[in-house]
């Protein structure tokens, strides 16, 4: 929202309802009271007076935390860990994989990382402080309470009573840059890394991740660094994006490159994947794929050729569907895991569509939003919430969807006087929720663990939060 410009602030907008939509930007420095009737501001459409800062209202959040690692990461995943689901007692602990973009070939390098006691801090309603002499804390395990650090700055007051969150880390040594990092849900430790040297390289950071597990203090940087030989390596014809473990058959993997090729990676005795012949379908780069969340056969994937593909692994020759997707690039996809007919899609002109598979043809999606201004870079559905759904884009938003939202105006007029900023019209009922304040947003994902919580990567380094209203 707009406030009259006391001193520098960056980011964010106003609080979300609970029932209806909510907009807000995140400020990474501290604001104080809005003053006048707040605003909903809309980047790419609204401007900025030089009298005027944006602002935010701290309890839109149950949680935010920023935190940075040397270099910027183009993409991550959140790793599965062992304390329990689904989790929502604060302070959390958080265990994830990223790949570094150096600025030199031989500064790159896999990051293990565990965040841990991630706490509130000013923001949302405070739960109960957890007991100290609980041994067994059974919903988030050893960590405590939490906020920031040097390592991890956070949005918190100073008069936070949460002690500070810990970024503990081991940095694995890699040749290249890292175009795409994803954990195999079987095997958390087992990782697949898309290089921009053209080959897909298999490591297994299992050790890193028990250390990391039991570590209190965090390490020096020279315990931090870790040496961990690839398990396999296949190189592509070119650099590519696209990577996708199976859920339904463990250590099953699919990869596609920037020239149309797509490869299977089936898992053999001793450790060792048998890579399959190139798939045909696309005719361009292909972006994005996904399995099935039920077929063990099935996977889809999005290309530069504007057009999305279902292949059955029995016929590499052809695909099974083909549907012209958008008038332009289709950047990425997500198959919902909770309605396995659902999938979603996100192209170059900004444009979000949603897909039934029963029926599916080139212009039958079921739901078109075009709010990013700019290009999709990232989609996925929500592991718990079926009609949930989140998007980034190259207009530095993070968006939170509900298909099942409807506008209620009598809402909106009650919940006016608690200080929510007046919605504009034009913005979609689906639109729950609105995160900004990073640059060149290119990743996000929900925790699968822990209920609401999303995580983002840009050039300026991670974002980890929980709307208040989900």
Known sequence: MRNPKKGKSKASKPKAAAAAEADNLMAVDEAGPSSGVPQVWRPGIDPLADDEELDYDPTAYDCLHKFSLEWP??????????????????PHTVFMLAGTQAASARQNCLAVLKLAQLGQGRHGKKQPAKKPAAADESDDGEDSESSDDSSMDDSDDEDSKEPPARLHHRLVPQPCGINRVRSCPQQPGLAALWGDSGSVRLLDVSEQLRQLAGEEEVASKAASNAQVNPLQTHAHTTEGFAVDWSRVKAGRLATGDCRKHIHVWEPQE???????????????????????PSEESVFASCSADRSICVFDTRERSKAMLQ???????????SWNRLVGYMLASGDDEGGLRVWDLRAFKEGGFVSQFNFHRSHVTSVEWSPYESSMLATTGGDNQALVWDLALERDPEEEAALAPQGNAALQEALPSQL???????????????????????????????????????
Do not use: M
């Not at 549907?323 to 996809?333: E, F, M, P, Q, T």
């Open 432 to 470: 729950l929720f609105v995160h900004a304040g990073q640059a060149d947003i290119k990743e996000l994902h929900w925790h699968g663990q822990i209920p609401g919580l999303l995580l983002t990567t840009a050039a300026d380094g991670f974002n980890l939060f929980r709307p208040s209203n989900l």
């Open 73 to 90: 990461c183009l993409s991550f995943d959140i790793v599965r860990d062992e304390l329990g689901a689904p989790r929502s007692t604060f």
């Open 323 to 333: 549907v012209s997707a958008a008038g332009c690039d289709v950047n990425v996809l």
């Open 270 to 292: 001793a450790g060792r994947w048998q890579v399959s012949s190139p798939y045909n379908g696309h005719s361009g780069s292909v972006e994005d794929l996904q399995w099935s």
